[in-house]
């Protein structure tokens, strides 16, 4: 049998689980949320780092001798509830790994974790040295990269559960056009509803922009075009309700009035 041998291609699947190849819309929410932890704690040893460097800096100049840089790394962050609870689901629903089975990753009981070698002190013990720009420049560096890189994944994260959250914001504005003007045709169907996506998409967009260069926090930049849109529907429903009935019955002041009505009268029954 004549073998074609080709350069880089291999008879191997190597899976490869690193966000800087899976992109944030191909990952769980629960994936983005560990790599906004990693980043979290990343943020954390960097900025331990640039308070390190200062503090040697201040001890070299008062002939002070330098400190000790601790050895243990920045814990995570504890594991969301929702994550522990899509495990858990997972482990009842999921049917169980057999024995004839292997893992997609590594042997069957997993690496060990390599032991972490001590932090070592950037300042020597018989010639203490000033830190240079290149140190404050590098931990000031990984500290905002640490920060955007977690607001782009958090902003990913809320951006997932607002637009599932948008149906509401958008039946809430149209039951107020709907009463507010029954008899509007087809033309203000199309007409308020390319307003309403409008203004939500543009919201989002923007909110993701600003959100991603730092100026927003991620949370807000995300749900405000749904809180905007959800008051402006609730302050509407409340205008439409203080107005007469339509032609297609009573108010809301109606509804609310039979609901009283049949609350008194399971009251007298009981």
Request: charged share 25%.
């Amino acid at each position: 049998v004549n073998d074609i041998r080709v350069k880089n291609v291999f008879d191997e699947l190597e899976r490869n689980t690193d966000e800087a190849v899976r992109g944030d819309r191909e990952m769980s929410t629960c994936e983005m949320l560990d790599v906004i932890r990693e980043s979290d704690r990343e943020g954390r040893e960097a900025r331990r780092d640039r308070a390190e460097l200062l503090r040697n800096d201040l001890r070299i100049l008062l002939a002070l001798p330098p400190l000790t840089p601790p050895d243990s790394a920045e814990p995570l962050q504890p594991v969301p509830s929702y994550c522990r609870w899509i495990e858990t689901v997972e482990q009842l629903v999921l049917p169980k790994t057999v024995s004839a089975q292997t893992r997609a990753q590594g042997p069957p009981g997993g690496a060990p974790p390599e032991p972490q070698a001590p932090r070592a002190s950037r300042f020597g013990p018989d010639r203490p040295s000033l830190s240079n720009w290149s140190l404050t420049a590098t931990a000031v560096d990984r500290a905002q990269d640490s920060e955007r890189r977690g607001a782009r994944f958090a902003v990913e994260v809320h951006k997932k559960w607002s637009i599932s959250f948008a149906c509401i914001s958008f039946v809430i504005v149209g039951i107020v056009m709907a009463l507010r003007f029954p008899r509007g045709g087809i033309g203000l169907v199309i007409g308020g509803a390319l307003l309403v996506f409008s203004v939500h998409y543009i919201g989002l967009t923007t909110g993701e922009s600003l959100a991603d260069r730092g100026r927003v926090t991620p949370w807000l930049a995300m749900w405000m075009p749904n809180i905007i849109l959800t008051g402006l529907g609730t302050m509407g429903l409340v205008l439409v309700s203080r107005q007469s009935g339509s032609t297609r019955g009573g108010d809301f002041q109606e509804v609310v009035e039979g609901v009283r009505h049949l609350w008194r009268r399971v009251r007298r029954r009981s």
